[in-house]
């Protein structure tokens, strides 16, 4: 018996999975969230931008990533466009620009009268990672002289504004993986710009030595710093829209739950083995 | 003939730019941004680099009906086909090149990522076992982490955010410093080689 349950086959343990995935998400079953710090300094840097700056959010990740930074990704832009604060949209990856465009589309649903060129700019995709970085700040128009969609960026009405890093306030990166190092290398050390990172739980824990030293202003650590940021973004009463993150949380939560459960009962059973063969 | 030139190009490129950064000059500073702008250029050339390799492989793999050439087939139209619409009909809101990476290639990608979970699930279940006060001590930290980075957690001991947030950001911050520093040398070792022309591989070859 003992045995059985230790070797348990492999088709009951995803089926279990499965359905602790599933149950939360079919239930609509939401958990109280509470903000931490490192989001919440990023969401108040994003909050203290001036009119006369932007917020330039780079969606660096792939679709692998979706359940993740997507929520992010849309949380940010909520945030942003009800709160009238002018944002650059760009990805260093060819693959984020698609996920970015997703997120606007959706987004602009809920709020229609939000112009291109006007309340944002959707800048699309250069090749280069580090010297796009460099040249953003030296010159946004010769990195990206059209915008996504093909327009001169010089004829972009909030793009008049904006040159370089100087009338950037913050610089928030979602990525899954190190190239949040490299807006660190090159925006923060040799700009001073305000940086913030929106990652993967895995690779969450990787960078906290850069909050510490203030070389990242905020952190939106996995799906639990998405649901912390679109609870902000709905507490302030930017947005009543649909919060995945947090939908999604009571399945993350679960599958903790079963997760651990299942290492605690195999290490029980297995002491439990031990015994018993020392015995015999 | 074939290595020195590229080795002398990395070996001047390599100084130049190193001692650009120190000097703010105007020509200095010229310098720097026309080499930014080439770099970017080159940086669009290894896109069409990569679009020559990956159609190549997938020809040869059908012309000498490798094993599992079906699939090469399906990638190389995909590969035409996506692009083709995007040429066509531009990539712009509702497009179909727009429909095609939301509802065909992001739910693909996200998918097989997702199975990680069954996986990962599987192999805790098999082998993480606590057969060493090491593997105890890394048990416990690991139990305690994900039990932390779910609501619950704060339902059922109101400061375990604040416990997890210390972990973070005190035991686990002075090893994830200790190996940054590292890479950062390595960083530095390996670039001195290159430039150097010690660390040959980059050429390609023996």
């Known amino acids: ?280 | 003939m074939r290595r020195r030139v590229p080795l002398t190009i990395c070996l001047v490129c390599g100084i130049v730019m190193v001692i650009q950064f120190f000097v703010p000059h105007p020509i200095s500073q010229t310098l720097y941004n026309e080499a930014r702008r080439w770099f970017i250029i080159i940086a669009s050339f290894t896109l069409i680099l990569g679009l020559e390799s990956l159609t190549r492989l997938h020809v040869n793999r059908v012309r000498r009906r490798q094993s599992g050439w079906g699939y090469s087939i399906i990638t190389l139209v995909s590969l035409v086909f996506t692009a083709v619409t995007g040429v066509i009909w531009g990539i712009g809101e509702g497009s179909l090149f727009m429909r095609i990476y939301r509802y065909i290639y992001a739910p693909l990608q996200a998918t097989m990522f997702s199975m990680l979970a069954f996986y990962m699930a599987s192999a805790a279940y098999r082998s993480f076992r606590a057969r060493t006060p090491e593997a105890v001590l890394l048990l416990v930290s690991a139990l305690f982490m994900m039990f932390g980075r779910v609501p619950i957690g704060d339902l059922v001991f109101a400061h375990t955010s604040e416990v997890i947030e210390w972990i973070l950001q005190y035991p686990s911050m002075a090893v994830q410093r200790g190996i940054l520093l590292g890479v950062g040398l390595g960083i530095i070792a390996t670039s001195l080689k290159i430039i150097l022309g010690v660390e040959r591989n980059w050429l390609g070859g023996t």
């Open chain 1, 1 to 280: 018996m003992l045995n059985k349950i230790l070797n348990l086959p492999r088709p009951w343990i995803y089926l279990l999975v499965a359905l602790a995935v599933a149950i939360p998400l079919i239930l609509g079953w939401e958990l109280p969230v509470r903000v931490t710090p490192p989001v919440k300094n990023l969401f108040e840097e994003v909050e203290s931008t001036p009119d006369s700056q932007a917020v330039l959010l780079s969606c660096d990740y792939d679709p692998s990533l979706v359940p993740e930074l997507y929520p992010m990704t849309v949380a940010i832009l909520r945030h942003c466009l009800s709160a009238k604060k002018h944002i650059l949209i760009m990805s260093l990856y060819p693959q984020g620009v698609g996920l970015a465009q997703m997120a606007l589309e959706d987004v602009k649903k809920e709020f229609p009268n939000a112009q291109e060129g006007i309340d944002y700019t959707f800048l699309g995709f250069t090749p280069g990672y580090s010297m796009v970085i460099l040249g953003l700040g030296e010159d946004i128009h010769e990195v990206f002289p059209r915008d996504y969609y093909g327009n001169p960026i010089d004829s972009l009405p909030m793009m008049r504004k904006i040159h370089n890093f100087n009338d950037i306030n913050v610089v928030i990166t979602l990525c899954g993986s190190g190239i949040y190092s490299t807006w660190v290398v090159y925006a923060n050390t040799k700009y001073r710009q305000k940086v913030g990172v929106g990652a993967t739980a895995v690779i969450a824990p990787a960078i906290y030595p850069y909050l510490q030293t203030g070389q990242l202003v905020g952190l939106l650590g996995g799906l639990k710093g998405a649901s912390e940021y679109e609870y902000l973004v709905y507490k302030k009463g930017y947005s009543t829209g649909r919060r995945r993150a947090c939908e999604r949380m009571g399945a993350q939560t679960t599958t903790h739950l079963l997760i651990i459960g299942m290492i605690i009962l195999c290490n029980v059973l297995y002491s439990i083995q031990r015994r018993r063969r020392r015995t015999q």
